[in-house]
């Protein structure tokens, strides 16, 4: 949809009669992509801003305390604290702060809004959203009770792009429906011998990558010993169990173009629907379990012995969420974590086997 051809006006009305519902759910409705409906309202409550990744993400800091909120489709991450410890990267850049700690993809980063959404009581909410080229969320930014707001305007005047009118400066480009390919067996020995030798879990994409290999493939073809299937309830009893143990634990949740890390316990497991939440000061998660289609253990080998996660997928293939043991580099991976994950729950085909 063209800036020439959409209803500002209809969309705005839209927004102003349903003043409840989320823009993501309002723009599904009026089949739009998210990014789409943001800038409807370019020159109103929203201002287009440019994406100088190193700019927006060092001048973070001095706004102080916000909530950065990550997700994709099945799981949404959210973290307080500050922006802090900013590494820069042109192909990859990372916020390794002792609360906010992300990977981030610039490239794929292509619509930047400062958004100032009045609310009912009068105040107004503001934030800073992204977008790919699809239209759909990479990362938003909200402001909280201690966010400096004077910090924070200046940021956005600084960052204000020349062009303030509605509708994007790129129509949004469609997404290619997600498959899982077949697994290739041909493949098999190669990647057990890559993956044997790995000493980082961080070569385990590259080694992918040189394969060729969807990822639930990879762990289809890995071997028992290296990746085994859990029954999708295992991601609820997980985090189940590590409240109960105060277990703590990193969780990793990713849009296309940015991954948000939680690490620490977690403690208030509350489940409403088909959502499993976690609900403690500074963290929520909220996952929809019913888009867990599958469920692994994967076992990685390191310099410092295996480590192990649990990853969810969707029907799709598509990762939704992941889980470590919290572990300092140079460590051992703990040994209460593992045996969480050896007891997790595997289907009844598989474990009357």
Known sequence: ????????????????????????????????SEAEFVAAFCGDTVRRI?????????GLEAVGEVLALTRNESAVHEKAGV???FIPGKHAAMMLGADIDTRMFPALWVHGFAVAKPQEDGTVRHSLQFFDAHGDAVHKIHTRDKTDLDAWEALVRGLLAEDQAPGLLQDVVPAKPASRPQPDTEKQDALRERWENLTDPHQFHGMLRDLDLHRLNALTLAGEHNA????PSAVTDLLQRAAETELPIMCFVGSRGCIQIHSGPVARIASMGPWINVMDPGFHLHLRTDHIAEAWAVRKPTKDGHVTSVEAFDANGTLIIQFFGLRKEGNVERSDWRELVQDLPRPEAVAAE
């Open 1 to 32: 949809m063209t800036r020439e051809t959409t209803d500002f006006a209809h969309i705005r009305r839209m927004r102003e009669t349903n003043p409840k519902m989320r823009e993501r759910d309002l723009a599904a409705m009026l089949e739009l």
């Open 50 to 58: 440019d994406i100088r990744f190193d700019e927006i993400f060092k």
């Open 83 to 85: 922006y802090d410890k």
């Open 228 to 231: 085994w299937v859990l029954d």
